[in-house]
Antibody, heavy 123, light 109 residues
Framework: EVQLVESGGGLVQPGRSLRLSCAASGFTFDDYAMHWVRQAPGKGLEWVSGISWNSGITAFADSVKGRFTMSRDNAKNSLYLQMNSLRAEDTALYYCAKDIGGTITADDAFDIWGQGTMVTVSS | QSVLTQPPSVSGAPGQRVTISCTGSSSNIGAGYDVHWYQQLPGTAPKLLIY???NRPSGVPDRFSGSKSGTSASLAITGLQAEDEADYYCQSYDSSLRVFGTGTKVTVL
């Protein structure tokens, strides 16, 4: 079964850091680009970041650029999002999503989604 | 501020046809980039509904169809059913980044 399972969310104070993980199974992980997409409570979807199949290219939304980094370990079929200098506006459900293709520099879709991990930034 | 604009809500009676628009610009849809559509049922993760403008993944009913023209795209649902009540999002590519539409809530009357 093709599956993505996120973990690492929780309650964190403004200015602190948090690292999210996503465990992939059921497909050849290192063939595909991967992404993080978030959804604030009651709001729409926002693409956060993406990484190519071989980690050669990463990209970030302007709202998180310089604060978030993204990495993957193809040997462990795992994806990571390191979130630093967290703000209240980063509060959201964070989804891990699989790309249809291998690069992030393309107009491709996300064909597999995890169930999400909730991040709450509050003092 | 999303670069892809959708109507906040659309509604229809069971069996009717509804359409959802996704309006972009010359830097995204108008530049020839593909549009994809997602369905998000209440309390669940989004699901890919239409990819590359008009293609349905395996398992998606043919009641759902997509099209693209100029700087806009549309999702049509024919034979509306109660289980279609959900949020729908378009997605494309702009300035080397993936972008989502503002989202549309479909209500079945």
């Amino acid at each position: 079964e093709v599956q993505l399972v996120e973990s690492g969310g929780g309650l964190v104070q403004p200015g602190r850091s948090l690292r999210l993980s996503c465990a992939a199974s059921g497909f050849t992980f290192d063939d595909y680009a991967m992404h993080w997409v978030r959804q604030a409570p009651g709001k729409g979807l926002e693409w956060v970041s993406g990484i190519s199949w071989n980690s050669g290219i990463t990209a970030f939304a302007d709202s998180v650029k310089g604060r978030f980094t993204m990495s993957r370990d193809n040997a462990k079929n795992s994806l990571y999002l390191q979130m630093n200098s967290l703000r209240a506006e980063d509060t959201a459900l964070y989804y891990c999503a699989k790309d249809i293709g291998g690069t992030i520099t393309a107009d491709d879709a996300f064909d597999i989604w995890g169930q999400g991990t909730m991040v709450t930034v509050s003092s | 501020q999303s670069v892809l604009t959708q109507p906040p809500s659309v509604s229809g009676a069971p069996g009717q046809r509804v359409t959802i628009s996704c309006t972009g610009s010359s830097s995204n849809i108008g530049a020839g980039y593909d549009v994809h559509w997602y369905q998000q049922l209440p309390g669940t993760a989004p699901k890919l509904l239409i990819y590359r403008n008009s293609n349905r993944p395996s398992g998606v009913p043919d009641r759902f169809s997509g099209s693209k023209s100029g700087t806009s795209a549309s999702l049509a649902i024919t034979g509306l059913q109660a289980e279609d009540e959900a949020d729908y999002y378009c997605q494309s590519y702009d300035s080397s980044l993936r972008v989502f539409g503002t989202g549309t809530k479909v209500t079945v009357l």
